[in-house]
């Protein structure tokens, strides 16, 4: 099991926005601004899409946006191309051992 | 550019132990970690240990204390080299291991090696 919780699968149609959200404890997402964000295709490593919650590293399109409430963090990817189906990972710090965490993985599927 | 390199992959039995090596070029290697993350297969990424070379500062995740070894290479041949030793392999360590530039504490791991197929 792991330590954040993500939805297991999201869709939406090309053109079109999805959110896909990361729930951990005031431990880690809710306890630092510490959020990353991966997308990885089959066989490929993970690449990074969004670091320290909101921030996106040169090369990111803007389409991918980070955000944070709470406990809770979210990834929306607005514009969405068919290339945007993959799997997508979110991190975070965690303080204490372990101490980086990760979500157990969304699969995005575009209509 | 930044560039993470690891060895190739290795079949290894039961009991046993396997080191992996990671080469990082293309950046001052002392100011960034360099994470070390596993993916089994069909699942997902799950992280094992982090060294900061200028820092002198390993972590491990508890999961894997005292049975993993991260360590850095000598300041010749293998510099800019780091190291994941992991021993008493049982069929669930069958996994590509990942090697991985990132900051810490953030993490923020932005450039990846391309992964070693470790099967037991």
């Known amino acids: 099991q792991s330590a954040l919780t993500q939805p297991p699968s999201a869709s939406g149609s090309l053109g079109q926005s999805v959110t896909i959200s990361c729930t951990g404890t005031?431990?880690?997402?809710?306890?630092?601004?510490?959020v990353s964000w991966f997308q990885q295709n089959p066989g490929k490593a993970p690449k990074l899409l969004i670091f320290?919650?909101?921030k996106r590293p040169s090369g990111i399109p803007d389409r991918f946006s980070g955000s944070k409430s709470g406990n809770t963090a979210s990834l929306t990817v607005s514009g969405l191309q068919a290339e945007d189906e993959a799997d997508y990972y979110c991190?975070?710090?965690?303080?204490?051992?372990?101490?980086?965490?990760f979500g157990g993985g969304t699969k995005l599927t575009v209509l | 550019q930044v560039q993470i390199v690891q060895s190739g992959a290795e079949v290894k039995k039961p009991g046993a132990s396997v080191k992996i090596s990671c080469k990082a070029s293309?950046?001052?290697?002392?100011?960034?970690?360099l994470h070390w993350v596993r993916q089994a297969p069909g699942q997902g990424l799950e992280w094992m240990g982090w060294?900061?070379?200028?820092?002198?500062?390993?972590?491990?995740?508890q999961k894997f204390q005292g049975r993993v070894t991260i360590t850095w290479g000598s300041r010749d041949t293998t510099a800019n080299t780091i190291y994941m030793e992991v021993t008493s392999l049982t069929s669930e360590d069958t996994a590509v291991y990942y090697c991985?530039?990132?900051?810490?504490?953030?993490?923020?791991?932005?450039?990846w090696g391309q992964g070693t197929l470790v099967t037991v």
């Open positions: 320290e919650v909101t």
């Open positions: 991985a530039r990132g900051t810490v504490p953030g993490g923020n791991m932005d450039s």
């Open positions: 060294l900061f070379p200028g820092r002198d500062d390993t972590r491990y995740s």
């Open positions: 991190s975070s710090y965690a303080g204490n051992n372990p101490y980086v965490v």
């Open positions: 005031r431990s880690d997402v809710g306890g630092y601004n510490f």
């Open positions: 293309g950046y001052i290697f002392n100011n960034y970690a």
